[in-house]
């Protein structure tokens, strides 16, 4: 199972009412998404974000409507938790996009929070990462990444850990989560600058020339 399948899961004990009340108390504002987010600059990310931004207020006009015409009419009841579940799962891949960027991750975890999630790791790691404690956050994500054989499609987590890994001289698995991040988003800077970094220290003269011709480029495009 890929992460982002095991992050959009629904728990076995997802419907009982208590965690119901839960993820209405938690998705029940219609704002929920729209102002808290600045997600990773990314036009297939930001497009996909989008989409499930509106898929969310769709499926909250739905289950007020449901609710409104009594909540436990035969099929009602059903279908409201079929629509909870959908926004559930929304609520997972919006916090696996959205903690792409560092600028989520507190919104992220405080959405997270309220259920049972390995990608949580994932989340305090950024987080550790983030106020300058690299230890936990090495440890929270070699963690995962050994449960979960690395992190997907995750740009930031394959860029974080590489990073991480480089700190720690291993040079080889930062190559590989290195190339990951530059693959996942092909105009980060940062993450081709690392990358030409460990490549410096291999002795791999022609990826340091590469590198340094890619990050030219780019800072050139930004100017």
Avoid at 50 to 60: C, S, V
Avoid at 97 to 114: A, E, L, P
């Amino acid at each position: 199972m890929g992460i982002l399948d095991k992050i959009v899961e629904v728990y076995h004990d997802l419907y009982t009412k208590t965690q119901l009340r839960t993820i209405e108390t938690i998705m029940g504002n219609k704002n929920f998404f729209r102002e808290e987010c600045v997600f990773f600059d990314n036009g297939r990310v930001a497009s996909g974000i989008k989409q499930m931004q509106n898929d969310y207020m769709a499926i909250g006009k739905e289950i007020a409507y449901l609710k409104e015409d009594g909540a436990e009419k035969t099929g009602n009841k059903e279908k409201i938790k079929e629509l909870l579940t959908r926004q559930y799962e929304i609520l997972q891949v919006m916090c696996f996009q959205g903690s792409q960027n560092f600028n989520n991750i507190g919104n992220c975890i405080k959405w997270m929070g309220n259920f049972k999630n390995d990608f949580l790791e994932c989340l305090y790691g950024l987080q550790a990462y983030a106020d300058g404690n690299h230890e936990e956050a090495f440890d929270r994500l070699k963690g995962y990444s050994e449960q979960h054989k690395g992190f997907g499609d995750h740009y930031l987590l394959n860029l974080v850990f590489g990073e991480l890994l480089l700190e720690r001289n291993n040079y080889k698995l930062a190559e590989f989560y290195l190339k990951n991040a530059v693959l996942l988003c092909p105009e980060s800077v940062d993450a081709h600058i690392k990358l030409m970094e460990v490549y410096q220290v291999v002795g791999n003269i022609a990826g340091v020339d590469t590198e340094e011709k890619i990050v030219e480029l780019l800072r050139c495009n930004v100017c």
